[in-house]
């Protein structure tokens, strides 16, 4: 396949000193190569704009035999409609940083306690000039994928994701409780002041929902709270990402869904949690965990599991968090259950903006449905075909709203007073 500006860096001489670096191999001789973008097949997790397989067949003094391996290279575009967007945006910096160094603090932290836990693929290599690039192991060569998105994850799946959030965000928590600055370039996420004009579409997303009540079904007094949110949705997200929550912060992924998150098989069997790996760390930021849980729930257990299993699945989150800070020996103090459904309740605002407008679009095959998550990367251009998708979502967006009517979670565009007054019961 012809090369790219961006891949043209591929030749015999880096692919030969990848191997013997990587593996410590001697005498390496390469037969040949292949440089292709990663697919477009629903499972495959590479399978985005920026990434290329690579597939090297060489033979070396401790493989005489053809030996064929793949590589995963992420790189930063040189064409095409985002250059000016990444020209602009540090995501792919805070990615190298993130395999390069947090990572794997991360996975020292975790193997304090005995284990050794990994949480992404193994960095290969990474490099910032001439161009940005970093080059992974390619995880579904050793029976890793990701999931249908267009399904959800089921039970199990959505299970194991969040014990692995819990390891995340616990290795995290801890390294901030040991140096505050820990991460001083992840200090803006999707939501943040800074990004107010690149976020449009989430509060005229939500006015088109109650614009199309009618014909999504949905009733004239739901349709009435929903078109007096718009003016309030991106403070009240702002307001989400900027919590203290108790003085409790952690690293969020920013991006945690099922396109990010592998999971490994051994013919049919799902391996357990600790072989759970995940990608894409663009759009990491500090703060609540709320961030990256109620992300996770809006996009990726399947409607079923969601309705069935939600607080379970908090639950499970919660009580592996707190375990891992306990045996990590962390000295400040850990929210309780209680205090974690509380602060879920009181940025349910959050809940509501995410049911609308990431929901039903990060369960749909096409990219250009995907929200703007990464705002600094969003391209203008990028056309999205919200009535389409609404209409195809409808009967779980009217069942999500009904849930939230229940529980007072659609008067925030009015007034909070019931929220306030849920919120004082639950504390009692």
Not at 187 to 202: C, I, M, R, V, W
Not at 396 to 422: C, F, R, T
Request: charged fraction near 20%; glycine fraction near 4%; aromatic fraction near 10%.
């Amino acid at each position: 396949m012809p090369k790219t500006a961006e891949t043209k860096f591929v030749n015999s001489l880096f692919l030969t000193n990848l191997i013997q670096t990587q593996y410590g191999e001697t005498e390496v001789k390469i037969k040949a190569y292949d440089v292709e973008p990663a697919s477009a097949d629903i499972n495959d997790p590479y399978a985005r704009s920026s990434m290329n397989r690579i597939l090297i067949k060489y033979t070396s003094k401790e493989n005489p035999t053809e030996a064929v391996i793949t590589f995963v290279a992420k790189i930063k575009p040189t064409e095409g409609l985002l250059v000016e967007q990444f020209k602009k945006a540090d995501v792919f910096e805070k990615e190298i940083l993130m395999y390069k160094s947090v990572l794997p603090s991360m996975v020292t932290m975790i193997a304090k306690l005995g284990s050794v836990i990994e949480l992404a693929p193994q960095l290969i290599y990474s490099s910032e000039t001439p161009s940005d690039l970093v080059v992974l192991e390619d995880l579904t060569a050793r029976g890793y994928s990701v999931e249908n998105q267009t399904l959800g994850l089921s039970y199990e799946q959505s299970k194991m994701a969040v014990e692995k959030l819990a390891f995340f965000h616990a290795a995290s928590a801890m390294m901030l409780s040991e140096n505050g600055q820990a991460f001083p370039k992840f200090t803006k996420g999707t939501f943040h002041a800074e990004h107010k004009d690149k976020l449009s579409y989430f509060p005229d997303t939500i006015r088109m929902v109650g614009e199309m009540a009618a014909e999504l079904d949905i009733s004239q007094p739901m349709a009435d709270k929903l078109l007096k949110l718009p003016a309030k949705a991106l403070q009240k997200a702002i307001e989400a990402y900027e919590s203290d929550f108790k003085g409790f912060k952690v690293l969020n992924h920013g991006d945690f869904w099922t396109n990010n998150i592998l999971f490994k098989y051994q013919g049919n069997e799902l391996v357990d949690a600790n072989f759970v790996r995940v990608v894409d760390f663009q759009n990491c930021v500090v703060g609540s965990p709320i961030i990256d849980l109620v992300y996770f729930l809006a996009a990726s257990p399947a409607h079923e599991v969601l309705e069935k299993h939600r607080d379970e699945l908090v639950y499970i989150y919660h009580e592996t968090l707190v375990l891992l800070l306990q045996k990590m020996g962390y000295m400040k103090s850990i929210p309780s259950l209680l205090e974690l459904q509380v602060e879920l309740l009181k940025h349910g605002s959050l809940q509501v903006i995410y049911a609308l407008t990431v929901s039903p679009f990060m369960r749909t095959k096409d990219a250009h449905n995907t929200p703007p998550m990464q705002p600094t990367l969003h391209s203008p251009n990028q056309s999205t075909n919200v009535k389409q998708v609404l209409r195809a979502h409808a009967p779980s967006i009217v069942a999500q709203l009904k849930a939230y009517e229940m529980v007072g979670l659609l008067d925030w565009g009015a007034n909070e007073s019931k929220i306030k007054g849920l919120m004082s019961r639950f504390q009692r």
